[in-house]
């Protein structure tokens, strides 16, 4: 089997830690480098924990070599602190983090995207989220994989308000979300993990997405 090597971006986060836990447990990778700004509460004989200044991502990545790159950076405008903070994650790292890949010769690029991204809708978040899909789309790699999940379940490190909100609404009116509504339902972020692995196993050629509605249940 050859060696297979992943970079994850993002390893801390709500779908990230679940990326990172599949990846160590996935023989099918025999090195994880993780970029991550504080420090992983895992240790494991294949994960290279790399201190990262997302500011500085760039000098981050030279001399680094990976197979797959797995995106998992998101955050919040309230948490950023303005749109053009929140643009600076959500957009410009991701396709830095892209264009690195297209240079280096990665084979694979799979992130997690949001349903309604759009480069052309008049909702800020769902057109930063697409915008960044369609730079990320233009690159030469050969397998490029967005995951759109709707609202995300789980146990966050961090308190958000709107989330937790919105996860108790589908909670009290789950029966509503049946038929045409079923792709509205919130996604469980290991299920969102375990669809990107999934994927990454056997990486289909081209640019794909994958719904909501394709992750409400383990790949």
């Excluded at 961090?158 to 989330?163: L, M, P, S």
Aim: a positive charge; proline letters at 6%; hydrophobic letters at 45%.
């Amino acid at each position: 089997m050859p060696e297979r090597t992943a970079l994850i971006a993002g390893a801390t986060g709500l779908v990230g830690s679940h990326c990172l836990r599949l990846l160590l447990a996935n023989p099918d990778f025999t090195r994880v480098i993780a970029l991550t700004r504080h420090p992983l509460p895992v240790r494991h004989p294949r994960l290279d924990a790399v201190m990262t200044d997302f500011e500085k991502l760039a000098d981050t990545l030279a001399g680094l070599r990976a197979d797959a790159v797995f995106c998992c950076l998101g955050t919040t405008i309230k948490k950023a602190g303005s749109q053009a903070a929140f643009r600076r994650v959500d957009h410009d790292y991701p396709v830095l983090l892209a264009e690195w890949a297209a240079r280096t010769g990665v084979g694979q690029y799979l992130m997690v995207s949001a349903m309604g991204a759009d480069p052309g809708s008049r909702i800020f978040y769902n057109r930063v989220k697409g915008e960044a899909e369609k730079a990320i789309a233009g690159q030469t790699i050969p397998s490029i994989i967005f995951f759109r999940p709707s609202l995300l379940l789980g146990e966050r490190s961090e308190h958000r308000f709107g989330e937790e909100a919105g996860a108790l609404f589908f909670r009290l009116f789950a029966f509503i979300f049946r038929g045409p509504l079923a792709k509205y339902r919130p996604n469980k972020a290991e299920h969102v993990a375990q669809a990107m692995l999934s994927r990454a196993v056997e990486p289909p050629r081209g640019v794909h997405l994958v719904t909501a509605g394709e992750m409400h249940s383990p790949a």
